[in-house]
């Protein structure tokens, strides 16, 4: 799996690739990652790789030229056949949320699952958004300044991705949020290759929220002085009623901070009788989370 990146501070990249656990993705060769600096593809001494906005306004444009240059020369560097090139993404507020249906598609090969791409930005130039096959990777453009000239946009990208409806100075948090995230699901990475079936969102969880976590002390006295005991059923050693205190934890805390994560489960069939009579129940917030 081979991830392209285009950007103007590629160095910002080099800690993520060398540290934590994701790193193992990149030094067994499960994940690739390829930086490639924008402005080795611009002309003039200066390699200037923006110009002014037509029509006035504030802030400057990313210009199509070397952007064209640069993603010609990449996939004439990955050598890939036409009908099977990897897709062209921009990180963008128009674009598609980044969620773990998308995260989990990219990191398992096989065809994309459709619904993981439901509320994708539509490609200009005709071809699906977003659509390839998983583990093949992407080329990630990270955008910067007032924007990416409108006509690169509508001839070359294929989709458009966003961390939320916030603005940033640029792509680049952006595009190393998906790749750890992508990273994390790749196999091999994670010490356990089960643990991510226990994170939030994850269909093994039906979607939900994951729920509380604790460790050493069995009793921990906050600054306030109140002992704080971890919860019973944790200390049980009984796994049944374990698995049954941490779905209950799981439904009240999706109910309470992510409502719309129950309503998803609850029309995709997943919830049980059980789980209806714990969402039934009136708690207080306090009460949630014991």
């Not at 081979?2 to 160095?11: A, G, H």
């Not at 990313?62 to 993603?71: D, F, Q, T, Y």
């Amino acid at each position: 799996m081979r991830f392209d990146v285009v950007t103007l501070f590629p160095e910002l990249f080099a800690p993520f690739l060398s540290l934590g656990v994701t790193r193992r993705a990149f030094a067994s060769g499960a994940m690739e990652v390829r930086l490639w600096q924008l402005r080795d593809f611009a002309e003039g001494a200066y390699r200037r790789v923006d110009d002014r906005p037509f029509g006035g306004g504030p802030g400057m444009v990313l210009m199509a030229e070397p952007l064209s240059r640069c993603v010609a020369h990449i996939r004439t560097d990955r050598a890939e056949p036409a009908p099977h090139q990897a897709p062209l993404w921009l990180f963008s507020p128009l674009g598609r949320l980044i969620d773990h249906a998308l995260i989990e598609s990219l990191a398992n090969p096989g065809p994309l699952s459709p619904s993981a791409f439901s509320n994708a930005e539509p490609n200009p130039h005709g071809a699906p958004a977003l659509a390839t096959q998983a583990g093949g990777g992407a080329i990630l453009l990270c955008g910067r300044y007032e924007g990416i000239d409108q006509r690169f946009i509508e001839t070359q990208v294929d989709g458009q991705l966003s961390l939320g409806d916030f603005v940033m100075s640029g792509g680049e948090i952006a595009a190393l949020a998906l790749l750890d995230a992508v990273a994390r699901l790749r196999p091999g990475v994670l010490n356990d290759p089960d643990s991510h079936h226990q994170d939030s969102f994850n269909p093994a969880l039906d979607g939900l929220l994951d729920s509380p976590h604790y460790t050493r002390p069995e009793v921990w006295t906050s600054p306030e002085g109140e002992a704080l005991p971890v919860p019973a059923p944790l200390m049980s050693g009984h796994h049944a009623q374990i698995q049954a205190w941490r779905r209950e934890q799981s439904l009240r805390l999706s109910a309470r901070l992510r409502p719309d994560l129950i309503d998803k489960a609850r029309q995709a069939g997943r919830l049980s009788r059980q789980d209806e009579r714990i969402l039934a129940q009136h708690l207080s917030p306090k009460q949630d989370l014991l």
